[in-house]
């Protein structure tokens, strides 16, 4: 269990970084700290009782998801209040007026894939996320740390405590496992 010192410690030491890089995906400083605030107070709030070195991708988890959902209300939004007069504006008058086929042409941020492409997709990232939590432990931790929390090899070898060379040895392993486990179920990336 993580003592309230090392929970401070952790995000003390997250913070910058985890604004600039939502501030970086959402492109608006003020939903950015509105973000990592609240995953901050997500992580001490739910997971308070696990060992401090979880904590570091728990909260990365918990970054991503709070993006995704500040995304998907921005979509949400963007559709319920945008002016349906402003769409009958630019047709071509004959009153054939099709919201749907609107939607899908604007910017690909709505309407952009097909109920069928998004359950696809959901079930693929699934796919892939069962996969990654069949890799050894200590295999799985590398990529997680490499390429779900974006450290370096440096930076990951701190905090497995191990060589730099270990690193890229577990992670090229995870990489050619999860292709391979991915290749068998039809999913080339």
């Known amino acids: ?12 030491t997250v913070d910058r970084r985890a604004f600039k890089r ?9 939903a950015a700290l509105d973000i990592v605030q609240d995953a901050m107070i997500r992580l001490a709030e739910n ?3 696990r060992p401090a070195a979880e904590l570091p991708l728990l909260f990365q988890r918990i970054l991503s998801n709070a993006t995704m959902d500040w995304f998907r209300r921005q979509k949400v939004r963007n559709a319920v209040f945008t002016n349906l ?7 071509d008058g004959d009153g054939d007026f099709d919201l749907l086929e609107v939607l899908e042409s604007r910017d690909g941020a709505l309407g952009a894939l097909s109920a069928a492409d998004e359950v696809g997709r959901a079930q693929i990232l699934q796919k892939i996320e069962d996969e990654v939590a069949q890799l050894p432990a200590r295999q799985r931790e590398a990529f997680l740390l490499r390429y779900w929390e974006e450290l370096d090899v440096a930076e990951t ?13 577990h992670c090229s392993r995870a990489v050619h496992a999860l292709a391979k486990a991915l290749k068998a179920k039809g999913i080339t990336l």
């Open 47 to 49: 997971y308070f009782d």
């Open 157 to 169: 070898a701190g905090v497995m405590g191990c060589s730099e060379g270990s690193v890229k040895t």
């Open 85 to 91: 007069s402003d769409f009958e504006s630019g047709g």
């Open 22 to 30: 939502t501030a970086y995906l959402v492109r608006d400083d003020d």
């Open 1 to 12: 269990m993580a003592s309230d010192k090392e929970l401070n410690d952790f995000l003390r």
